[in-house]
């Protein structure tokens, strides 16, 4: 078993609607999480750290259940420009050192 | 460009061949990482280093795989008698000490023919 696990998608939304990622971990002594995002053939970039207490960032809402290991990012009014990879990320050990899930496709269409 | 620089952007081998990578990491982080990531996966953990040191290093990081940062700056990967199986993107990234964010860089397409 993996130990991030994403839906891989593809997510084909139009342009204005909502939608959520979800996302399941196995190491229960993570630390931190996070979204990243990944544009074709370029490198991942953090979209938003996850909070236990859900965190907003714009359109962008990012929740975490630390009992369930579940971590969720809610798009909201979705743009053409959202249309990528998202990938959910934890951070185990002592060293930083970040795990990747597979990530969850998205394209938005016009 | 004060970002993560790579080079080179892509590097096209033979089976057999040795290879090796460069990254600049952002001047002031002390901490950098080495992943790897194939086509339809996410990056993988390889190794890494804090300042010269490198303090840890993943199961997939074979004999033939070997890290450096002499100095604590930039930093080599080198990947000796290289396979098919290489092929795929290696990517930097760099960290300040306490910080959760790691900075990538653009990555190096290895593809062994």
């Known amino acids: 078993r993996k130990e991030v696990e994403q839906d891989p998608g593809p997510f084909n939304v139009p342009e204005g609607a909502t939608v959520a990622f979800n996302c399941t971990y196995s190491?229960?002594?993570?630390?931190?999480f996070f979204w990243y995002r990944q544009d074709c053939r370029k490198e991942p970039k953090l979209l938003m750290s996850v909070y236990s207490s859900g965190n907003e960032d714009g359109r962008f809402t990012a929740q975490l259940n630390r009992a369930s290991q579940y971590i969720s990012l809610l798009i909201r009014d979705s743009k053409l420009s959202d249309s990528a990879t998202y990938l959910c990320?934890?951070?185990?050990?002592?060293?930083?050192?970040?795990?990747f899930g597979a990530g969850t496709r998205l394209a938005v269409h016009p | 460009d004060t970002g993560v620089s790579q080079n080179p952007r892509h590097k096209i081998t033979k089976r057999g061949q040795n290879v090796t990578f460069r990254c600049d990491p952002i001047?002031?982080?002390?901490?950098l990482y080495w992943y790897r990531q194939t086509l339809g996966q996410g990056p993988e953990f390889l190794t890494y280093?804090?300042?010269?040191?490198?303090?840890?290093k993943s199961r997939l990081l074979s004999d033939r795989f070997s890290a450096e940062r002499p100095k604590g700056s930039f930093s080599t990967l080198e990947i000796q008698r290289t396979e098919q199986g290489d092929s795929a993107m290696y990517l930097c990234?760099?960290?300040?000490?306490?910080?959760?964010?790691?900075?990538f860089g653009p990555g190096t397409r290895l593809t062994v023919t």
């Open positions: 990234a760099s960290s300040l000490p306490a910080a959760n964010e790691q900075y």
């Open positions: 190491n229960s002594a993570s630390q931190s």
């Open positions: 990320v934890v951070k185990s050990g002592g060293y930083n050192k970040l795990i």
């Open positions: 001047s002031e982080h002390n901490r």
């Open positions: 280093f804090q300042n010269e040191a490198q303090l840890e």
